[in-house]
């Protein structure tokens, strides 16, 4: 193991937990040091609304522990309500409520696929969606990134060899902030008859005309999304059929064997998406507003971007390069880690720039200037 951390240390991939004393609007305290905070996925800003959260738990009187899992003694009428919640945000007829966006994609996809089945999935998709794949007993081919025709050859070539096939893509790509061609997805998953399947973890209350994200109304057979990013809460949902959902209660593993959230995170989850969606719906009017103005600059500038939303990469390459970049922008006062291997593929470490409701767009111009 020393070796290994050696050599992680040697190519400039060795991770450490930042010491993160505190956040406010927009602001992170580092090591005693306030960055303005380019590297949350806190896209409304909601988890340093401090008055929010003194509201609701002023209001509260949901538990802090399940001390089981809900098919045993972990559930709570807090579950019942925010699946409903989900369910009718993104016109579904069920929902599931898992711990996290991770053990949710392992989860699903893992009690999906068994042996004799297959999936298809975007190169770029999430770890999770990996070790999913992994997990599960059948097999698993990656197209290239966005590349359809890439898909479609696959589809073609391998598709009548399994029962079950699902394709499975992010809506809007964490690290890329691109966007997936849903539409061209679903007349694929039509015509070669598979399930589709689609993480909205980035999109969700970022996009979409009920907070619902970037597959709303649209034929995806099963959205997975996180409650960890925008929403500013915790743990994570699959909406769908009432068969799939059924289905997953009875075979998705990371939900049937662990401890359920605490009701108190499930009702501030429920609480934020009910009774303060109007605040949800203007913060994320003022993040779109933002996200147009910054890619107006960005194009007025001449710099070219794959992404169409929140999440900005700058492509610098080297583990090392992109690490001196970022430290150059943490003594300036701006706090953007770099991204490398084995988040994003060898050679493309980066900065990610990740834009809430609270940023400015001076910051973000002061940013480039010394990028
Ligand atoms: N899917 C995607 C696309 C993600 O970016 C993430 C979080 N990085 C997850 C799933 C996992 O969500 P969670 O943090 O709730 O485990």
């Given at each position: 193991?020393?070796?290994?951390?050696?050599?992680?240390?040697?190519?400039?991939?060795?991770r450490?937990?930042?010491?993160?004393?505190?956040?406010?609007?927009?602001?992170?305290?580092i090591?005693?040091?306030?960055?303005?905070?380019?590297a949350?996925?806190?896209?409304?800003?909601?988890?340093?609304?401090?008055?929010?959260?003194?509201?609701?738990?002023?209001?509260?009187?949901?538990?802090l522990?399940?001390?089981?899992a809900r098919?045993?003694?972990?559930?709570?009428?807090?579950?019942?309500?925010?699946?409903?919640?989900?369910?009718?945000?993104?016109?579904?007829?069920?929902?599931?409520?898992?711990?996290?966006?991770?053990?949710?994609?392992?989860?699903?996809?893992?009690?999906?696929?068994?042996?004799?089945?297959?999936?298809?999935?975007?190169?770029?998709?999430h770890?999770?969606i990996?070790?999913?794949?992994?997990?599960?007993?059948?097999?698993?081919?990656?197209?290239?990134?966005?590349?359809?025709?890439?898909?479609?050859?696959?589809?073609?070539?391998?598709?009548?060899?399994?029962?079950?096939?699902?394709?499975?893509?992010?809506?809007?790509?964490?690290?890329?902030?691109?966007?997936?061609?849903?539409?061209k997805?679903?007349?694929?998953?039509?015509?070669?008859?598979?399930?589709?399947?689609?993480?909205?973890?980035?999109?969700?209350?970022?996009?979409?005309?009920?907070?619902?994200?970037?597959?709303?109304?649209?034929?995806?057979?099963?959205?997975?999304?996180?409650?960890?990013?925008?929403?500013?809460?915790?743990?994570?949902f699959?909406?769908?059929?009432?068969?799939?959902?059924?289905?997953?209660?009875?075979?998705?593993?990371?939900?049937?064997?662990?401890?359920?959230?605490?009701?108190?995170?499930?009702?501030?989850?429920?609480?934020?998406?009910?009774?303060?969606?109007?605040?949800?719906?203007?913060?994320?009017?003022?993040?779109?507003?933002?996200?147009?103005?910054?890619?107006?600059?960005?194009?007025?500038?001449?710099i070219?971007?794959?992404?169409?939303?929140?999440?900005?990469?700058?492509?610098?390459?080297?583990?090392?390069?992109?690490?001196?970049?970022?430290?150059?922008?943490?003594?300036?006062?701006?706090?953007?880690?770099?991204?490398?291997?084995?988040?994003?593929?060898?050679?493309s470490?980066?900065?990610?720039?990740?834009?809430?409701?609270?940023?400015k767009?001076?910051?973000?111009?002061?940013?480039?200037?010394?990028?």
């Open positions: 193991m020393k070796q290994e951390l050696k050599k992680l240390k040697d190519k400039g991939q060795f450490i937990i930042p010491n993160i004393e505190a956040k406010s609007d927009g602001k992170i305290v090591d005693g040091k306030e960055y303005i905070n380019f949350s996925n806190d896209y409304l800003g909601i988890s340093t609304k401090y008055h929010l959260e003194r509201e609701f738990l002023s209001k509260t009187t949901s538990a522990s399940t001390a089981s098919l045993l003694t972990g559930s709570s009428p807090e579950y019942k309500n925010l699946e409903n919640t989900v369910a009718n945000l993104f016109n579904k007829e069920s929902a599931l409520i898992f711990n996290t966006g991770y053990q949710c994609n392992l989860g699903v996809i893992s009690a999906i696929i068994n042996k004799g089945d297959v999936v298809f999935s975007d190169k770029l998709n770890a999770s990996i070790d999913g794949m992994q997990l599960a007993k059948g097999d698993f081919y990656r197209y290239k990134h966005f590349d359809y025709e890439n898909l479609e050859k696959l589809l073609k070539e391998k598709r009548e060899n399994y029962n079950r096939a699902l394709i499975v893509s992010e809506s809007i790509f964490s690290m890329d902030g691109d966007i997936a061609n849903i539409d997805l679903i007349e694929l998953k039509k015509k070669y008859n598979c399930l589709l399947m689609v993480d909205e973890a980035h999109a969700f209350a970022c996009m979409g005309e009920t907070l619902a994200g970037i597959s709303y109304n649209k034929d995806v057979d099963i959205i997975t999304a996180t409650f960890g990013k925008a929403i500013g809460s915790f743990g994570a699959c909406v769908s059929s009432k068969d799939i959902i059924d289905y997953l209660i009875n075979k998705a593993r990371s939900f049937i064997f662990s401890t359920s959230i605490p009701p108190l995170n499930i009702a501030w989850s429920n609480w934020l998406l009910t009774e303060k969606r109007e605040f949800l719906i203007s913060q994320k009017n003022k993040l779109n507003n933002l996200v147009k103005d910054v890619h107006t600059l960005l194009n007025n500038k001449g070219y971007t794959v992404s169409n939303s929140q999440i900005i990469p700058i492509i610098i390459g080297s583990n090392e390069d992109t690490i001196k970049i970022s430290e150059k922008l943490k003594s300036k006062g701006y706090y953007i880690p770099a991204i490398r291997p084995p988040t994003v593929p060898e050679g470490s980066r900065l990610r720039i990740s834009l809430t409701a609270d940023c767009i001076e910051d973000f111009e002061k940013i480039l200037d010394i990028i």
